[in-house]
C-alpha cells in the first residue's frame, strides 16, 4: 500500500485522484501531522509518496511514476498521443502550477496595499494567458485528453480552485469553466476531496 503525504487542497489533491482512478490503495497523511516533514522532503513540499522503501517526490515525476506502473488508459501508449499527454502534464506542473504559485507568494509576501493589489493582478492576468492557451486545445474536444478527462486536465482543475482563494479576476473560457466542472464531479476527485476533510 502506497502512503501519500498531502495538504488539504494542494496540488497532491491530484495525486490522490490518479491513485484513485487507477484503483490503488493508499494511506493519507496530512504533512502539517508529520513531526519532522522536511526529514521526508527537505523542500518541504507535498505530494510525497511512499512506494515501500522507496520515497517518491516531485508532483509530475510521482504521477509519471505511477502511469508507468499501472495498466491504465490515462497515458496513451501511442508515442506522439502520449507524448501530448506527458506534455501537457509538465505543463500543467511546470508552467500553470507556479503561475498560481504566485498568487501564494503576494499573499504572504507582500504588504497590504495597492503594490499588493497590483502584483495580485499581474499574476492573474498571466493566469488567465494560459488558460487561453488551454481554451485552445478545448476547441476540438472536451479535455486534454480528448473525450475523457486525462492526468492533466485533474491537475489543472486542482489549481484552478485555488484562484477563489484570491482577491483576482481570472478569465477563463466557458470551455475551460466546462472542462474543470466535469473533472469536479468525477467521483474520484469528490471522493478524494472527502477524504482530505476526515
Ligand atoms: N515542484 C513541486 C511543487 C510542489 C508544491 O509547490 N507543493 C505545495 C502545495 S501545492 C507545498 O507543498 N507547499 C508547502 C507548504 O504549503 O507547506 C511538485 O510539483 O511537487
New binding site residues.
Given amino acids: 500500500m502506497y502512503k501519500l503525504y498531502y ?1 488539504p ?4 489533491l491530484a495525486t490522490q485522484v490518479v491513485l484513485r482512478e487507477l484503483d490503488q490503495r493508499f494511506e493519507l497523511i496530512d ?2 501531522a508529520v513531526d519532522n ?1 522536511s526529514a521526508i ?1 527537505p ?6 509518496l511512499v512506494d515501500g522503501d522507496q520515497t517518491l ?6 504521477l509519471l511514476y505511477l502511469l508507468d506502473k499501472h495498466p491504465n488508459s490515462l497515458l496513451p501508449e501511442a508515442p506522439v498521443a502520449r507524448q501530448q499527454a506527458i506534455e501537457n502534464i509538465l505543463f500543467a ?2 508552467t500553470m ?2 503561475a ?2 504566485r498568487l ?1 507568494f503576494i499573499q504572504q509576501a507582500i504588504d497590504e496595499g495597492g503594490a499588493k493589489q497590483a502584483a495580485f493582478d499581474a499574476a492573474a492576468q498571466a493566469i488567465s494567458a494560459l488558460w487561453q492557451s488551454v481554451d485552445q486545445q478545448l476547441q476540438q474536444q472536451p479535455f486534454l485528453g480528448g473525450d475523457s478527462p486525462s492526468v492533466a486536465d485533474i491537475m489543472l482543475t ?2 484552478y480552485r ?1 484562484g477563489g482563494s484570491f482577491p483576482v479576476d481570472i478569465v477563463v473560457s466557458e470551455r475551460v469553466a466546462r472542462m474543470t466542472e466535469k473533472v469536479m464531479a468525477m467521483p474520484s476527485f469528490v471522493q478524494a476531496q472527502a477524504a482530505e476533510q476526515q
Fill in positions: 495538504l487542497g494542494a496540488c497532491s504533512k502539517q516533514f522532503n523542500v518541504g513540499a507535498v505530494p510525497v517526490r516531485e508532483g509530475a515525476a510521482i506542473n511546470a502550477h507556479p498560481y504559485g501564494f486542482v489549481y485555488w
